[in-house]
């Protein structure tokens, strides 16, 4: 669209009339200056005055909302936004600290640029790969190298300068885009300078104005991954999936590795495109059984030796580049020629991607830079062509299985980041080097969780050598792995390296299972936050500076990070001392629900808490209300999925869900919103799910929604659009669930709980004491000694339940009696007798819930 000056300056008595087109406030013959936002604005030097108008590989956008702003133009030309005052002194010749000044104009963060300046404060980016890291160290035999993380988009100093001078460009190909090498004259500048002083929300989203947004990820994404580095069959793939089912555990992507292709140097290597048919006889077929499953796959491409003459396409790809197929020479990659590209899609990948391939796992680790096209990095540019092949030409929404290239690769996502040791340091680094990414917008990371490989020989110090998967390690992983964008188990070709949930023996299969049925049950909330993503271009995991950017706190506990606008995760990246694990945590202002625990917590302070191994720290904005899925899926397939509303302790709350077809490329459009809110007032709580706003195809007009209330006595009397009606009380959660009958999402719903008196305090811990309880109790018997005989205190600690849950009239009554004996196990545990025995029984039950008074 077109733009206009909304506001001009009389100076040196004449208007100053700027152009009508993408915001440029001045140009002259050598000169031009773009106002893209208030915070953001193009400097151009030209010295042949021959500007540049085509997209490049970090600035696609090129047409800008109308922005206020004045020009002054004399001797010096002055261009003023609410934020910011450029000054350059006219036909001075290019930007340098004597004719180009940006400052901060008053009522908005102060500061004074000069060409030159360094940044002092940068934040940090994202780097292409983890690839041989141990945390943050690439670990090359004995020399140890820190990853150098590339500078992000912003800084604690407030100022951002982009230098795209030399980047590469678009040929503006109406068929499809292609790289155009920049022809500027020498000394030519293109820069994007950005002021924001704290506000770094602001600062991504005017970076996305001329960079462009994050893409929202197909829904599948967000489910569980599986993926190995191994030789599967067609039959040990059923299998797998077999016993996923039998263990309900959902999952949504298989991952399949190289040897999907043949790999034995006669039909394939690396590098390699025909089925292997001694694993995979018939190839639709699996394919076909997988999607009626409700599975999505991808398959490994390591794509750099190009197309061999044993392919089964070759002689069609000959044909595309001109090539003689009867001289049997190997085709090289030339990801640089369009004829090259087109021909792998037409002949090779898009056949598959009918026959069910659903996208592409690239992985390029070999010569960094096209063959034909100087400097053109191979990484940023397969990213391009794979994602903008699916963007044009099918009618899926586009996904990408790869490595981060560089600026402007956030367009073209997921990332994978590559080939990890396994060890705690590697667990310590991710979370940082996960919302860190969001400083580029990189926001999609899927991390090999659980570590790819064991750390042996010359390669990890002896101390941090693993030489087996350490069950506690992997529940950690995947505990964080569930908090992130994408949940994605992967490791090397080594029969040591087993990561199934049932490979650990039962204790550790069902912490494994609840991990990854809980990142189902938050499958909405998500979900949204995905979209929010690309509506906002704030990631879902996002560093605390995002939402808290005046307290120092915020920068030094680096592992911590917002997961969306409501949670915050404080990740345990470290190993138990006697079952528990303590870590500090950083609480922001306002109070936080700690969900584990049923703790709510005052903000504003560094608390220490202690995790089982079946625990992890997730924290909540006290009074949210969030979306979660009600009851248990297989997939994230469906439209119409049953939704809990979830309803958080200590005030009102209000959400937005989003929702859309899932795979569908228009999304921008084609999707709905539901407006969720709950309201407090002294006795009362009503909580509110309003009409669904928007279309979508294959939306269900139908849904079953539900909404429990955590934290909450039993209500005298429950209400569903003024209707009386019932409830039960789920005595884990100290819950109260009301499932609504099947309603139209059109219409409205009102749900009323009335309580008989001021809401008493169940957000005290309470859940968390008796969840650690009642598992040792029940425990006791068959662990330690299954003779003692306990008391009618101690008993009704392991009945606490099944004694609210059959009563739940009588929740305050046996909380509170829960409550004082938990206070008084000392004395309690005394009937126990003197003995040594006795002694040692009341310890251990003792340690096992890591008793404090």
Same mark, same amino acid.
């Given at each position: 669209?077109?733009?206009?000056?909304?506001?001009?300056? +009389?100076?040196?008595?004449?208007?100053?009339? /700027?152009?009508?087109?993408?915001?440029?406030?001045?140009?002259?013959?050598? +000169?031009?200056?773009?106002?893209?936002?208030?915070?953001?604005?193009?400097?151009?030097?030209?010295?042949?005055?021959?500007?540049?108008?085509?997209?490049?590989?970090?600035?696609?956008?090129?047409? *800008? /909302?109308?922005?206020?702003?004045?020009?002054?133009?004399?001797?010096?030309?002055?261009?003023?936004?609410?934020?910011?005052?450029?000054?350059?002194?006219?036909?001075?010749?290019?930007?340098?600290?004597?004719?180009?000044? $940006?400052?901060?104009?008053?009522?908005? &963060?102060?500061?004074?640029?000069?060409?030159?300046?360094?940044?002092?404060?940068?934040?940090?980016?994202?780097?292409?790969?983890?690839?041989?890291?141990?945390?943050? +160290?690439?670990?090359?035999?004995?020399?140890?190298?820190?990853?150098?993380?590339?500078?992000?988009?912003?800084?604690? !100093?407030?100022?951002?300068?982009?230098?795209?001078?030399?980047?590469?460009? &678009?040929?503006?190909?109406?068929?499809?885009?292609?790289?155009?090498?920049?022809?500027?004259?020498?000394?030519?500048?293109?820069?994007?300078?950005?002021? *924001?002083?704290?506000?770094?929300?602001?600062?991504?989203?005017?970076?996305?104005?001329?960079?462009?947004?994050?893409?929202?990820?197909?829904?599948?994404?967000?489910?569980?991954?599986?993926?190995?580095?191994?030789?599967?069959?067609?039959?040990?793939?059923?299998?797998?999936?077999?016993?996923?089912?039998?263990?309900?555990?959902? $999952?949504?992507?298989?991952?399949?590795?190289?040897?999907?292709?043949?790999?034995?140097?006669?039909?394939?290597?690396?590098?390699? &495109?025909?089925?292997?048919?001694?694993?995979?006889?018939?190839?639709?077929?699996?394919?076909?059984?997988?999607?009626?499953?409700?599975?999505?796959?991808?398959?490994?491409?390591?794509?750099?030796?190009?197309?061999?003459?044993?392919?089964?396409?070759?002689?069609?790809?000959?044909?595309?580049?001109?090539?003689?197929?009867?001289? =049997?020479?190997?085709?090289?990659?030339?990801?640089?020629?369009?004829?090259?590209?087109?021909?792998?899609?037409?002949? $090779?990948?898009?056949?598959?991607? =009918?026959?069910? +391939?659903?996208?592409?796992?690239?992985?390029?680790?070999?010569?960094?830079?096209?063959?034909?096209? !100087?400097?053109?990095?191979?990484?940023?540019?397969?990213?391009?062509?794979?994602?903008?092949?699916?963007?044009?030409?099918?009618?899926?929404?586009?996904?990408?299985?790869?490595?981060?290239?560089?600026?402007?690769?956030?367009?073209?996502?997921?990332?994978?980041?590559?080939?990890?040791?396994?060890?705690?340091?590697?667990?310590?680094?991710?979370?940082?080097?996960?919302?860190?990414?969001?400083?580029?917008?990189?926001?999609?990371?899927?991390?090999?969780?659980?570590?790819?490989?064991?750390?042996?020989?010359?390669?990890?110090?002896?101390?941090?050598?693993?030489?087996?998967?350490?069950?506690?390690? *992997?529940?950690?992983?995947?505990?964080? %792995? #569930?908090?992130?964008?994408?949940?994605?188990?992967?490791?090397?070709?080594?029969?040591?390296?087993?990561?199934?949930?049932?490979?650990?023996?039962?204790?550790?299969?069902?912490?494994?299972?609840?991990?990854?049925?809980?990142?189902?049950?938050?499958?909405?909330?998500?979900?949204?936050?995905?979209?929010?993503?690309?509506?906002?271009?704030?990631?879902?995991?996002?560093?605390?500076?995002?939402?808290?950017?005046? /307290?120092?706190?915020?920068?030094?506990?680096?592992?911590?990070?917002?997961?969306?606008?409501?949670?915050?995760?404080?990740?345990?990246?470290?190993?138990?001392?006697?079952?528990?694990?303590?870590?500090?945590?950083?609480?922001?202002?306002?109070?936080?629900?700690?969900?584990?625990?049923?703790?709510?917590?005052?903000?504003?302070?560094?608390?220490?808490?202690?995790?089982?191994?079946?625990?992890?720290?997730?924290?909540? =904005?006290?009074?949210?209300?969030?979306?979660?899925?009600?009851?248990?899926?297989?997939?994230?397939?469906?439209?119409?999925?049953?939704?809990?509303?979830?309803?958080?302790?200590?005030?009102?709350?209000? &959400?937005?869900?989003?929702?859309?077809?899932?795979?569908?490329?228009?999304?921008?459009?084609?999707?709905?919103?539901?407006?969720?809110?709950? =309201?407090?007032?002294?006795?009362?709580?009503?909580?509110?799910? #309003?009409?669904?706003? %928007?279309?979508? #195809?294959?939306?269900?007009?139908?849904?079953?929604?539900?909404?429990?209330?955590?934290?909450?006595? /039993?209500?005298?009397?429950?209400?569903?659009? %003024?209707?009386? #009606? !019932?409830?039960?009380?789920?005595?884990?959660?100290?819950?109260?669930?009301?499932?609504?009958?099947?309603?139209?999402?059109?219409?409205?719903?009102?749900?009323?709980?009335?309580?008989?008196?001021?809401?008493?305090?169940?957000?005290?811990?309470?859940?968390?004491?008796?969840?650690?309880?009642?598992?040792?109790?029940?425990?006791?018997?068959?662990?330690?000694?299954?003779?003692?005989?306990?008391?009618?205190?101690?008993?009704?600690?392991?009945?606490?339940?099944?004694? $609210?849950?059959?009563?739940?009239?009588?929740?305050?009554?046996?909380?509170?009696?829960?409550?004082?004996?938990?206070?008084?196990?000392?004395?309690?545990?005394?009937?126990?007798?003197?003995?040594?025995?006795?002694?040692?029984?009341?310890?251990?039950?003792?340690?096992?819930?890591?008793?404090?008074?």
């Amino acid at each position: 669209m077109k733009n206009f000056v909304l506001s001009a300056i +009389v100076a040196l008595g004449a208007i100053f009339t /700027a152009s009508a087109v993408n915001n440029v406030a001045y140009q002259d013959a050598t +000169v031009r200056f773009t106002v893209i936002t208030d915070g953001a604005v193009r400097m151009e030097y030209a010295p042949d005055g021959k500007f540049v108008d085509d997209k490049s590989f970090v600035a696609v956008e090129r047409d *800008y /909302a109308p922005v206020k702003y004045t020009v002054k133009d004399g001797s010096w030309v002055e261009i003023t936004t609410p934020k910011m005052k450029l000054r350059y002194k006219k036909g001075s010749g290019a930007f340098t600290e004597k004719n180009t000044e $940006i400052k901060g104009v008053k009522g908005a &963060f102060l500061f004074t640029w000069k060409p030159g300046m360094k940044q002092q404060a940068n934040l940090k980016g994202t780097y292409r790969t983890l690839d041989r890291c141990l945390g943050d +160290v690439f670990s090359p035999g004995k020399e140890k190298v820190k990853l150098p993380v590339e500078d992000g988009v912003i800084a604690r !100093d407030g100022w951002t300068l982009i230098d795209d001078s030399k980047n590469f460009l &678009f040929d503006g190909n109406t068929d499809w885009d292609w790289v155009k090498e920049r022809k500027a004259a020498d000394g030519a500048q293109d820069w994007y300078f950005m002021a *924001y002083g704290n506000d770094y929300k602001k600062a991504l989203g005017d970076y996305a104005t001329f960079a462009g947004k994050m893409p929202l990820p197909p829904r599948y994404v967000f489910g569980y991954w599986w993926s190995r580095y191994w030789a599967y069959s067609d039959q040990e793939m059923r299998d797998l999936i077999d016993k996923m089912d039998a263990y309900q555990i959902p $999952i949504d992507v298989l991952v399949v590795d190289m040897d999907w292709h043949y790999t034995d140097n006669v039909r394939g290597g690396w590098t390699g &495109f025909t089925w292997n048919k001694s694993l995979f006889p018939e190839p639709n077929k699996f394919l076909n059984y997988l999607r009626d499953k409700g599975l999505k796959i991808t398959l490994n491409l390591h794509p750099a030796d190009g197309v061999m003459t044993w392919e089964e396409k070759y002689p069609e790809m000959c044909a595309e580049v001109g090539m003689n197929p009867a001289e =049997k020479k190997n085709i090289p990659w030339w990801g640089s020629r369009k004829d090259f590209t087109k021909g792998l899609f037409k002949h $090779i990948l898009n056949p598959m991607e =009918k026959e069910g +391939v659903d996208f592409w796992w690239l992985d390029w680790q070999q010569y960094p830079n096209d063959l034909l096209v !100087d400097g053109l990095s191979n990484t940023w540019w397969i990213n391009y062509t794979f994602f903008t092949q699916q963007e044009k030409f099918t009618n899926k929404r586009p996904l990408l299985y790869h490595r981060w290239g560089g600026l402007g690769n956030h367009r073209y996502q997921i990332g994978f980041s590559g080939d990890t040791y396994m060890g705690w340091k590697s667990l310590d680094y991710q979370p940082y080097f996960n919302h860190t990414a969001s400083n580029v917008l990189y926001g999609f990371w899927s991390h090999d969780i659980g570590g790819h490989m064991l750390g042996l020989g010359d390669d990890i110090a002896p101390e941090d050598a693993m030489d087996h998967v350490d069950p506690e390690l *992997y529940i950690r992983w995947m505990q964080f %792995g #569930a908090l992130s964008p994408v949940l994605r188990t992967h490791s090397t070709k080594d029969n040591r390296l087993e990561k199934e949930p049932w490979a650990f023996g039962p204790e550790v299969t069902d912490v494994l299972r609840d991990i990854i049925q809980q990142r189902y049950r938050m499958a909405p909330y998500i979900y949204t936050t995905a979209r929010q993503a690309h509506d906002t271009s704030i990631s879902m995991c996002r560093p605390m500076y995002y939402d808290y950017p005046g /307290a120092e706190e915020a920068y030094q506990f680096k592992n911590q990070y917002m997961f969306g606008d409501d949670m915050m995760i404080a990740p345990v990246t470290s190993p138990a001392t006697n079952g528990f694990t303590t870590i500090k945590v950083w609480l922001p202002e306002g109070k936080w629900y700690e969900m584990v625990s049923g703790t709510m917590l005052d903000g504003g302070q560094v608390v220490e808490r202690d995790f089982a191994l079946d625990e992890y720290p997730i924290y909540v =904005k006290a009074g949210a209300v969030l979306p979660f899925t009600g009851g248990k899926v297989k997939n994230l397939t469906a439209n119409d999925d049953p939704v809990e509303v979830t309803v958080f302790p200590g005030g009102n709350g209000e &959400f937005k869900m989003y929702e859309d077809a899932g795979v569908s490329k228009n999304y921008e459009t084609e999707c709905a919103w539901t407006a969720l809110s709950s =309201k407090r007032e002294d006795a009362r709580l009503t909580v509110n799910i #309003a009409p669904r706003q %928007g279309k979508y #195809a294959g939306m269900a007009q139908n849904r079953d929604f539900s909404v429990r209330v955590l934290c909450s006595e /039993a209500p005298a009397s429950v209400t569903v659009n %003024g209707q009386k #009606a !019932d409830y039960t009380y789920d005595a884990k959660e100290l819950a109260v669930v009301v499932k609504l009958p099947k309603k139209a999402c059109g219409t409205a719903t009102e749900v009323v709980l009335n309580y008989a008196g001021p809401a008493h305090n169940l957000a005290d811990g309470t859940i968390g004491r008796a969840k650690r309880v009642v598992k040792t109790i029940n425990e006791f018997k068959s662990k330690c000694n299954p003779g003692r005989l306990f008391n009618d205190e101690v008993a009704d600690l392991g009945s606490f339940y099944v004694g $609210i849950n059959y009563n739940p009239e009588n929740v305050i009554e046996w909380v509170n009696k829960f409550n004082t004996t938990y206070n008084n196990l000392p004395e309690v545990f005394k009937t126990f007798g003197d003995n040594d025995r006795a002694k040692a029984d009341a310890q251990w039950i003792f340690e096992k819930i890591n008793y404090k008074k």
